[in-house]
């Protein structure tokens, strides 16, 4: 321990230390402790169900994917987006349905009149032989350093989501040749600088609809809905706060497929994007599934039906596709309140 004699005294707080009330410090979890002693393990798995049922959102660092492999992923997309209208509008569409597909957008419902402020590309992505082929051709490395980062991200969804059934008390094979046959969609964000970041729309409040989404940014603009203390952060009893960035590190939100899983024990985490008025930011938000038929239920072993019966209707991703098709998201409508069982 460090002798408090040498510690410099401070009369303000170092701005390097200084936490805005707008921002909130996510769990950070390492792991590496996942592949250690039993007692890391299980200290790691607690952190994890610890972060599941108050945020719904953690921090994972020393997962095994490289900064080269994160950067050129990043670059990549960058690159994409930098392409001239004649190449990227090969992808354009506003078919949810598409494996591969550009747009302009948030909003996918075909009478949708509210713009927002960011452009997409979409692509599935495992198993990446059978869809890399699909994505765009130019730039000449996309298909390569982005196919790499998404194999890697698959590895780190199954060990995450591998620790996340532990931590709900199931076995460990629960669901897990599911998984690995799963889907993977990555979703390609850039968000340009905006003149009126203030009154621009942002991005629709929303949950994702899968078990799992993992990102990475290129700078901080994530907000997600924390709870107040009076209710679960479901808009109601919430306050808006951007996401703490840590350096090396990929994001992990609980999607709503966890929430059907875990009937409920887990809440999928509301978020949004906020804007800048004078830099570009990109985010891969790398979504992981079953697959697209495949229903989630919940599992028999967390549905009591004294103490918790079933919530959650059974859905599949093809379900929550036509859901997007037919309703306006934009106005507030949510695929998971679809799903909760009215007592």
Known sequence: MEDDRNSKEFSLVPDSYYLSPDMVDMPVIDLAGLNQSPIQRSSIIQQIRNACLQMGFFHIINHGVSRSVMEKALNSASDFFHLPDIEKNKFMSRDVNQPVRYGTSLMDSVDSREQFWRVFLKHYSHPLDKWVGSWPAKPPHYREEMGRYCVELQRVAMEVMGAIRESLGLDPTYLSEKLESGMQVMMVN??????????????????????????????????????????????????????????????????????????????????????????????????????????????????????????????????????????????????????????
């Open 190 to 343: 850039r968000y340009p600088p905006c003149p009126q970041p203030d009154i621009a729309a942002l991005g629709i409040p929303h949950s994702d609809y899968c078990c799992i989404t993992i990102l990475l940014q290129s700078r901080p603009g994530l907000q997600i809905m924390v709870s107040d203390g009076d209710g679960d952060g479901d808009g109601e009893n919430g306050t808006w706060k951007l996401v703490q960035e840590v350096e090396g590190a990929l994001q992990v939100h609980v999607g709503d497929q966890l929430e059907v899983l875990s009937n409920g024990l887990y809440k999928s985490v509301l978020h949004r994007v906020t804007l800048n008025s004078q830099k570009t930011r990109l985010s891969l938000a790398c979504f992981h599934s079953l697959a697209m038929d495949e229903r989630m239920e919940c599992a028999e072993e967390l549905v009591d039906e004294q103490l918790r019966p079933n919530g959650y209707k059974g859905s599949s991703f093809r379900d929550f596709l036509d859901f997007l098709s037919a309703n306006d998201t934009a106005k507030g409508k949510s695929f998971i309140d679809t799903l909760k069982i009215q007592e």
